[in-house]
């Protein structure tokens, strides 16, 4: 607007209280390894990898470098009828790190992206083996699977989804499985809760099997506060979909790249989906990029179920990037070279016992941790709900430490560099923290 003179009231901020920020504006100029730095001069510990994504820390040379060498080397270049080496290379590299026989890599920009791709693969799938009645979506309450209208129809968070109209026909959903009553402070899987799967038979007698194309779930369910599978229900699902022909899609957009521990949540537990999303973590968050990983055979029955021509009509301008395609083979170069997808195995028990350390703190209902993720839910303030997590966001970052706060729960997902005395040092000012929050 014309005479307007805050520098800060063009940038319409995504998933923020606007005019809060700009009344009390925080913001990072530069980051290295395990560090953010404010601009106020702060050092600041990342205790969520920015958002579940840079999971080999900030700023590795090895990355930066690559991307610096292809902006001057190939800017861009089409994927649509051409290509370029670094995007078949690159799709290999992914082909092999996935959970057995998903070997076919599409790529996309954001995990928004990933999940709606999915959907419209799976919708493409049953239509190629002669299922075309077969265009039900399913998601499960809680889930988060981005913002695209495809993703927000089965996600289930509420304020993600109210303004903005009906979403895809057709799309219905698991219940949650999170019970604080029976499986509160449980370590590992909780145990109570596979039978929450039954759900799906539910809806395949609700709708008919014949309707329905996919289903979609988080492995772990990350955003909506660190909801973790309860044992045998991730396998559970698996069954109901094989007995009825529906397809399995892992999003994977915060569990892949070695949150859990191996790749992928999918091949480290054992439970292998039809589909599988990803983003964040694949090129350590250094260039947007997403990918879907897809079952051979059933990319195969769309490509040999084509006429002749495009088998797919889809796909972005830029998919397979070459500058983000340089920054995925130098993640997952560098994720090779160091370990880091054993990282989470590693350190879990560590990690595990540190954040169950604050058992008994103030307000604290439940603690989950699985691989190098946390969740810790504190009970709601009496009429002023996520109140209490908002504010000790607010206490960590002005004392030097990044969380998130999702609701009442407070996540952590550090860079899977972290070690053992970063570990202490977030847990402690977490717990000196709790106690000053009202
Ligand atoms: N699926 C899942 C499972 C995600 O966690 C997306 C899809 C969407 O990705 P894009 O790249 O379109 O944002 C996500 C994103 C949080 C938080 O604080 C989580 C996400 C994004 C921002 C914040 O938990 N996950």
């Known amino acids: 607007m014309k005479g307007e003179n805050d520098p800060l009231a063009a940038f319409w901020m995504p998933f923020t209280a606007n005019r809060a920020f700009k009344a009390h504006p925080r913001q990072l100029v530069s980051a290295s390894g395990m560090h953010y730095r404010s601009a106020d001069g702060r050092t600041i510990l990342d205790g969520t990898a920015g958002l579940w994504c840079s999971n080999a820390g900030h700023c590795r040379p090895e990355i930066a470098e690559a991307i610096a060498k292809a902006a001057a080397s190939l800017d861009f270049a089409p994927t649509f009828q051409l290509g370029h080496p670094q995007a078949f290379e690159l799709a290999q590299r992914l082909a092999a790190l996935m959970p057995e026989g998903l070997d076919r890599i599409f790529f996309t920009n954001s995990g928004s992206e990933s999940v709606d791709t999915a ?11 002669g299922q075309g009645t077969r265009t039900r979506l399913i ?67 609700l709708h008919g099997a014949e309707t329905i ?6 492995p772990m369910a990350g955003s909506t506060g660190v909801l973790l599978p309860p044992a045998g229900y991730l396998q559970r699902l698996r069954e109901i979909c094989d007995r009825h022909g529906i397809l399995l899609i892992f999003d994977e957009v915060i569990t892949a790249f070695g949150r ?16 599988l999303t990803m983003a964040k973590g694949l090129t350590n968050a ?20 084509a006429p002749g021509g495009i088998e797919l009509f889809h796909g972005y301008t830029y998919s397979g990037h070459p500058l983000a395609c340089a920054a995925g083979l130098a993640a997952l170069d560098l994720y090779a070279r ?19 350390g604050l058992k008994g703190r103030r307000h604290v209902i439940d ?12 009970e709601p303030r009496p009429g002023a709900p996520t109140a209490r997590a908002m504010e000790l966001f607010h206490a960590c970052f002005d004392n030097g430490l990044l969380v998130r706060a999702t609701g009442d729960i407070i996540a952590l997902s550090p860079p899977l560099i972290v070690e053992k005395a970063e570990i202490d040092a977030m847990f402690g000012t977490l717990g000196e923290l709790i106690e000053t929050i009202a």
């Open 213 to 218: 194309a996919a289903v979609i779930v988080e």
């Open 286 to 305: 250094a260039v947007p990029m997403g990918a879907v990983a897809v079952k051979r055979e059933l990319h195969d029955a769309v490509i040999d179920s």
């Open 260 to 275: 859990v521990g191996g790749a992928t949540a999918a091949g480290r537990w054992g439970v292998t989906p039809d589909i």
């Open 338 to 356: 160091d370990g880091l997808f054993d990282r989470a195995d590693e350190l879990a028990g560590y990690w595990e016992d540190a954040a169950h």
């Open 119 to 129: 959907l419209k693969i799976a919708l493409a799938i049953q239509r190629a083996r």
């Open 367 to 378: 603690i989950r941790t699985i691989g190098l993720v946390a969740g810790i839910e504190l």
């Open 139 to 205: 998601g499960r309450e809680r889930g988060y699977h981005g913002v695209g209208f495809g993703g927000i129809s089965v996600g289930g968070i509420v304020s993600n989804r109210r303004t903005f109209g009906g979403g895809l026909p057709g799309a219905d959903h698991l219940r949650h499985t999170h019970d604080i009553a029976r499986n509160a402070f449980s370590r590992g899987f909780p145990p109570h809760g596979a039978e929450l799967a039954d759900d799906l038979q539910r809806l395949v007698d």
